[in-house]
């Protein structure tokens, strides 16, 4: 089955404790990305990658690094995390193909409140 | 900068009603997406739309696409419970090559029995 797995899926933490979120793809996709939701903001673009060893800032990186060693997996790290960055956070990815649609796969969500 | 917005922000409708949410971009694009969220859950792709004047349908919901207004619309035919959710539009960057996606702020959905 096509999907984008996360983990963990629930996180309760404190400040300043760095913590990895996890996520894998298995559509052997090019672009993958993080985007982070809160109430009355949308989805914002946090980082993004078009390809291994390819990453760039989306408009809320601050806070937040990433890596992409591999192509099916695109960690998102918080080094030193605080309360603003609770939120609930998608791991998407998308074929960047020459006939691709730009579709999103979004995966299941990871809930994180730093304390 | 590309800004997309969605209206109704709310939308309380009746079982068997029509309407229709409305999506308008700022910038030239030529790539428009349609999901759908279920409360704490992922984002369910439901439309690709991917020239002017697309359209498309699936069960009770059709997608349009009208580039030159830059303006999406979801139309709801005879709304049942189930179709309950937050419903984004996401906009592409016209001729980016990032896949980038720019969300609307969503419009929550709430069908009454």
């Known amino acids: 089955e096509a999907q984008v797995t996360q983990n963990p899926r629930y996180l309760i933490t404190v400040t300043g404790k760095k913590l990895t979120v996890t996520c894998s793809q298995n559509?052997?996709?090019?672009?993958m990305s993080w985007y982070r939701q809160d109430p009355g903001l949308g989805l914002r673009q946090i980082y993004y990658?078009?390809?291994?060893?390819?990453?760039d800032k989306g408009d809320v990186p601050e806070g937040y690094k990433v890596s992409r060693k591999e192509k099916r997996n695109f960690p998102l790290i918080l080094e030193s995390p605080s309360p603003n960055q609770t939120s609930l956070y998608f791991c998407?990815?998308?074929?960047?193909?020459?006939?691709?649609?730009?579709?999103?796969?979004f995966g299941e969500g990871s809930r994180l409140t730093v304390l | 900068e590309l800004k997309v917005e969605q209206n109704p922000l709310f939308l309380s409708m009746q079982e068997g009603k029509n309407y229709t949410i409305y999506c308008n971009y700022s910038?030239?694009?030529?790539?428009l997406y349609w999901y759908r969220q279920d409360p704490g859950k992922s984002l369910e792709s439901l439309f690709v739309?991917?020239?002017?004047?697309a359209v498309k349908q699936e069960g009770r919901l059709m997608a349009s696409l009208d580039t030159k207004a830059r303006l999406s619309t979801l139309h709801i035919t005879a709304a049942v419970h189930d179709l309950s959710a937050t419903y984004f539009c996401?906009?592409?960057?016209?001729?980016?090559?990032?896949?980038?996606?720019?969300f609307g702020t969503g419009t929550l959905l709430a069908v009454q029995p």
């Open positions: 990658s078009m390809n291994v060893e390819v990453t």
């Open positions: 739309l991917l020239s002017n004047g």
């Open positions: 996401a906009v592409a960057l016209y001729g980016g090559a990032t896949n980038k996606l720019i």
């Open positions: 998407a990815s998308s074929s960047s193909g020459g006939k691709n649609t730009g579709e999103l796969f």
């Open positions: 559509m052997n996709h090019e672009y």
């Open positions: 910038t030239t694009s030529d790539r």
